[in-house]
């Protein structure tokens, strides 16, 4: 099995092959009839996609590596996370709400080869961002879902000895951070380590409305419903959208912050904040009327400190503005920005219940969403003593609204970030355009 070249490529030779896949599960049965629910927060999510790579450059240590050596790791990290080797059912009752039979199943494993060197990839993917889409495999939950992963795992050599770690993962089971715990895991078993303690399952409780009570519901600005999607776990999207990413130095960032935190010169706006107002006010010069006047704003409570599976450690809220935002001064937006004006969690939550878990809708781009992955440990992740030099994660599912994705960068890069923007194709080519000439070439 191979992958076509890329049109970006000036060759015709496939970048990615002999691809093989294989299934691997939990080493010890999970105890019979073992269920998770998943909570409200959970469901509102189930349409969403985590994606992420890492990679690691050419090591002496790799070329040892077996995939006998992988898959034994795999037997004993799964028994830890048997969670995400089950399979969805539905309660009989009511609406038919989602639930996950722990049978031990498995999760999915594609090992594969790449023509090009880990430096040879990277320089493609400046010029085209959807090629690292050939480095995770995976699908959908459904139209079966009882039978349907949860998970994908990709192993990737490249030619130069280097190889890359894909992670397909279902939203519904937990945030970004649950996740790279996850993968964070594997690697203190392949180095022999004692993984720790395992994740918790999450307890749903279903709130009832005391009698004589009635509980009124506004519904979330977070959310879009969307077509009905049965048993296939994906949104009907329509608008076609593509993805931006580049790097910001700390040199670069600590100049954007002086220029948004203005008068604010001894309490500088946090670097999240700052590229928020900055491309926020950048967006909104290509939408129309007041579509940017409202954003959804993605981040990790950090007093939460339980590992669970669950979303419930996700932050969400709803900033919006009467102004226009070309217009503002970007410090005003900035400051918007921080104080996260309308917190969703509880609206979310209640609107689920209300619908007895059996709705379908996004989250992620409903609203032009910013989305802070900056607290994620994606650079703990050790294989053979090695740290990734480049980590990237991305949500897929995304509505036109689109989203801004802002990672931390490797620990050689100091505090620089990352930066991910997924728009409708022709609204991304306007602002790459602008962020390059206005806003990055200003910051060097």
Same mark, same amino acid.
């Given at each position: ?10 060759? %015709?030779?496939?970048? +990615? $092959?002999?691809? &093989? ?19 409200? +927060? ?56 989602? $639930? ?12 594969? /080869? ?5 430096? /040879? ?22 139209? *079966?879902? /009882? $039978?349907?992963?949860?998970? $994908? %795992? ?10 890359? %770690? ?40 279903? !709130? ?5 009570? &009635? ?26 959208? !593509? ?8 040199? *670069? ?27 926020? *006010? ?14 959804? +704003? ?6 939460? &400190? ?63 969403? @910013? ?12 294989? =053979?003593? *090695? ?14 609204? #689109? ?12 505090? #620089?970030? @990352?930066?991910?923007?997924? %728009? ?5 080519? =306007? ?14």
């Amino acid at each position: 099995m191979t992958i076509e070249s890329s049109s970006s490529s000036s060759t %015709l030779e496939p970048l +990615i $092959y002999n691809v &093989k896949l294989s299934s691997v599960g939990p080493g010890e049965m999970t105890r019979p009839d073992t269920i998770h629910e998943p909570t409200s +927060i959970d469901l509102a999510m189930k349409l969403h996609y985590l994606k992420g790579v890492y990679y690691f450059k050419s090591h002496e240590a790799f070329a040892s590596i077996t995939i006998v050596q992988i898959k034994e790791a795999m037997f004993r990290w799964l028994c830890q996370f048997y969670v995400i080797c089950g399979r969805f059912r539905r309660f009989s009752e009511d609406s038919g709400r989602p $639930y996950l039979k722990c049978n031990d199943c498995g999760a999915r494993l594609m090992e594969a /080869e790449c023509a090009k060197t880990i430096e /040879e990839w990277l320089e493609l993917l400046s010029d085209d961002d959807s090629l690292e889409k050939k480095l995770i495999f995976g699908q959908p939950i459904g139209p *079966q879902i /009882e $039978y349907s992963p949860n998970v $994908y %795992l990709q192993i990737t050599k490249f030619k130069c000895g280097g190889i890359s %770690l894909g992670l397909s993962w279902a939203h519904v089971l937990g945030d970004v951070h649950l996740a790279s715990f996850f993968i964070n895991t594997w690697g203190k078993i392949m180095a022999g380590h004692k993984p720790g303690s395992p994740p918790v399952l999450a307890q749903y409780t279903k !709130e009832e409305t005391p009698p004589g009570q &009635k509980r009124t519901l506004n519904e979330p600005l977070s959310i879009k419903w969307v077509d009905p999607v049965g048993d296939q776990w994906v949104p009907s999207l329509t608008t076609k959208m !593509e993805s931006f990413s580049f790097h910001i130095s700390a040199t *670069q960032l600590g100049r954007l912050q002086s220029k948004v935190s203005g008068s604010k010169k001894s309490d500088p706006v946090p670097p999240f904040e700052s590229l928020c107002a900055i491309i926020w *006010q950048c967006v909104a010069k290509f939408k129309t009327g007041t579509e940017s006047n409202v954003v959804t +704003i993605v981040k990790h409570d950090s007093c939460k &400190k339980n590992k669970k599976f669950d979303n419930e450690n996700q932050v969400i809220s709803i900033v919006k503005t009467k102004c226009s935002v070309v217009e503002s001064d970007i410090e005003e937006l900035a400051t918007l920005v921080m104080k996260g004006d309308i917190h969703e969690h509880e609206k979310l939550k209640n609107w689920v219940e209300s619908e007895k878990g059996a709705l379908d809708v996004i989250v992620y781009g409903v609203n032009l969403t @910013f989305v802070s992955f900056e607290q994620a440990a994606f650079y703990e992740l050790e294989l =053979k003593g *090695q740290n990734p030099v480049h980590a990237s994660y991305w949500v897929d599912g995304i509505g036109d609204g #689109g989203a801004v994705f802002v990672l931390p960068t490797s620990k050689d890069d100091g505090k #620089g970030r @990352f930066v991910t923007i997924t %728009l409708p194709e022709k609204e991304l080519i =306007k602002v790459k355009h602008e962020l390059k000439e206005n806003v990055l070439q200003a910051s060097e």
